[in-house]
């Protein structure tokens, strides 16, 4: 079998392989484009993470540099004691910086490097980013997750912990992009919305919530969106009463959460991302026509009666 010589195999490392590094999105994209680049070039290669971000894969403190011939920094800062670290450890390397940052074009953490193709650099034109032209990603859903810690009326009924713990759990476990929303209303808190417009705005562009209230159900619907629901109230209460009420059927108990909930989960999430939508809007549509009663014009009704006012 042929041995691909020490002298030419490259170790690929960057901010995201540090122990306290951060493996921001823009950092693993520009290694994606860097590793693209190194295999269409037939170049061998291998990838120190960060323990904290991948703890099974190749990190910096197990490495044997004299298996490499080559050092390749991706992305981010030239500064700090760290990346000189990386100078001294890998001395016998030809050491290249790509898609980095320069600050201080004299520092130690630049100097050590036998070339610095930079994407800014004092003095020098700046060029795109390496994360721009990494490989096009895979589409994910983008789900919505809205849950309750309160509701302490319920007393001895709630399980609101319990379900949050179980389906933030489940929920880590999925290929999406989760977005963490809140029906509270603030006109000081940028984080949140200001207005019910603001929230559907977003609601509204999702794929998908995952949900815990009445309102991040019923709202979801309104938007057209499909809400996977679950009722943290053992029994069921207003959130099993409204999803009865909207003819909505993505609901899960907190007794079957508890008992087999990733089944049953599973089971509404794949329902919701593909005939979901379409039921969701079929209910939004009648919310919007003012179909089914909502006590409204009941309301209207008693406010007329003798002794009303």
């Not at 977005?179 to 207005?195: I, M, N, V």
Request: charged share 25%; net charge negative.
């Amino acid at each position: 079998m042929h041995q691909e010589p020490h002298a030419s195999r490259i170790l690929l490392t960057g901010w995201f392989a540090f122990p306290d590094g951060e493996a921001t999105a823009g950092d693993v994209l520009a290694l994606r484009r860097v590793e693209d680049v190194l295999r269409r070039a037939g170049l061998g290669y291998d990838v120190a993470w960060s323990p904290g971000f991948r703890p099974d894969a190749l990190h910096l403190a197990d490495v044997a540099p004299e298996r490499y011939g080559r050092l390749v920094f991706v992305c981010g800062p030239l500064h700090g004691p760290q990346i000189e670290e990386l100078h001294r450890r890998f001395a016998h390397c030809l050491r290249i910086a790509v898609g980095t940052s320069v600050i201080d074009p004299h520092g130690p953490a630049v100097t050590g490097f036998h070339r610095v193709l930079a994407r800014d650099a004092p003095a020098a034109e700046p060029v795109r980013d390496l994360a721009a032209a990494a490989p096009a990603l895979p589409a994910r859903p983008v789900v919505g997750v809205v849950l309750t810690h309160g509701q302490h009326e319920y007393g001895t009924a709630r399980r609101h912990d319990a379900v949050a713990r179980r389906l933030t759990g489940w929920l880590h476990g999925k290929d999406c992009a989760r977005l963490e929303l809140e029906t509270r209303l603030d006109t000081r808190d940028w984080r949140l919305c200001a207005t019910p417009a603001q929230l559907e705005a977003v609601l509204e562009r999702l794929d998908l919530v995952v949900t815990d209230r009445l309102h991040g159900m019923v709202l979801a619907l309104r938007a057209g969106t499909p809400a996977l629901a679950v009722d943290p109230v053992e029994g069921g209460a207003k959130v099993t009463a409204q999803a009865r009420a909207c003819g909505w059927p993505a609901l899960v108990p907190a007794e079957l959460l508890a008992e087999d909930g990733a089944a049953e989960l599973d089971r509404w999430w794949h329902w919701c991302l593909a005939a979901g939508r379409d039921a969701a809007r079929r209910v939004g549509r009648g919310f919007a026509a003012g179909a089914g009663g909502d006590g409204s014009e009941e309301l209207v009704a008693a406010l007329g009666q003798p002794g009303a006012g």
